[in-house]
């Protein structure tokens, strides 16, 4: 089977409403710069970034038949990446999110959904082209997703020679859902979440203490099956993969951000094209995907690096492997 991502989950249209000063009280009004309109959502990031890797990508995803979404087709295709993944809703409108960027490059989001309600439709009826990676947005987890559905649908993958990885998105929903989201993770073969995700998902304010304990709760869980590698994504302070008690580390390339939205999505895909195409090790594809990273979201960066330049930094010891311990 060929050695392509099949990213699932959603495509959004994003406004950047950059150079956020402070957030204003109700009835007040603040400056920020000039808005920004992108492709964006989980998806529409790992296309960006397989576009410059050119790492074989295909998107799976509803998009509204408004001007949103033929903008989002418009972006795929620019980046010479296929569109028939995209499906059209005929009554749910396209996904938007507000990025608002504060002046030192941190970030909040405002969403609104629209099609991405729909995700139960879409793991019902959507048909996986040839692909041997299979990528969920952490917008396929449950409650939007029924655990039955999805463990199913990724078992069904699984049987079928696919890897698939899962990423864990900041959701209310899923803090109120954990046993369930908990279940649909240990299923996967790779589970990626921020600091910020793994501290709601285990109750543990602790990185290291919370990626131990949530480790080992997927380890004992999946019993005589591989448990998942899990991939902590810590910002400035880079990266760390554990399985089973095994323990691999990067640090973040060191340089001046314009803005960390996407940064992760990014991250995600430069890990998969690292490990599961080019097969390097698993320190290697942290560095890798770090690197990746942080070149693209550098202050007047021009869009994302390809995978020689990520490589040329590396070599020229813009950041170190730790290695495993």
Request: glycine letters at 8%.
């Amino acid at each position: 089977m060929a050695s392509t991502v099949i990213g699932i989950g959603d495509f959004t249209v994003d406004l950047y409403l950059p150079r956020l000063d402070r957030l204003p009280e109700w009835g007040q009004e603040t400056i920020i710069g000039e808005p920004r309109r992108k492709l964006g959502g989980n998806i529409g990031n790992m296309a960006i970034a397989a576009s410059a890797l050119r790492t074989p990508f295909a998107g799976m995803g509803w998009i509204g038949n408004d001007n949103e979404g033929r903008f989002l087709q418009e972006e795929i295709r620019r980046l010479g990446l296929p569109t028939e993944g995209m499906a059209l809703h005929e009554t749910e409108r396209t996904s938007q999110t507000f990025a608002c960027i504060r002046k030192d490059g941190e970030r909040l989001f405002l969403t609104y959904p629209g099609v991405l309600d729909r995700m139960e439709q879409l793991f019902r009826e959507m048909s996986l082209p040839s692909g041997n990676i299979v990528f969920l947005s952490g917008w396929c987890l449950p409650p939007r997703v029924p655990l039955a559905l999805f463990v199913d649908r990724v078992q069904a993958w699984k049987r079928e020679g696919r890897l698939v990885a899962v990423d864990l998105i900041w959701s209310e929903e899923s803090w109120a859902s954990r046993e369930p989201v908990l279940s649909a993770l240990i299923a996967c073969d790779a589970v990626f979440l921020n600091a910020d995700e793994l501290r709601a998902i285990t109750a543990l304010q602790d990185v290291d203490d919370a990626a131990k304990q949530l480790e080992r709760t997927l380890s004992e869980a999946s019993n005589s099956d591989a448990a998942p590698l899990l991939v902590v994504k810590k910002g400035k302070e880079g990266a760390l993969a554990i399985r089973e008690a095994v323990r691999s580390e990067a640090r973040a390339a060191m340089m001046e951000v314009e803005h960390t939205v996407g940064a992760g999505d990014l991250f995600n895909l430069a890990f998969l094209h690292a490990y599961w195409i080019k097969n390097r090790a698993i320190a290697e594809a942290l560095s890798f995907a770090c690197t990746f990273a942080g070149l693209s979201i550098q202050k007047n960066a021009d869009g994302c690096p390809t995978e020689n330049e990520v490589l040329h930094y590396i070599a020229k010891g813009g950041v170190g492997i730790d290695g495993s311990r």
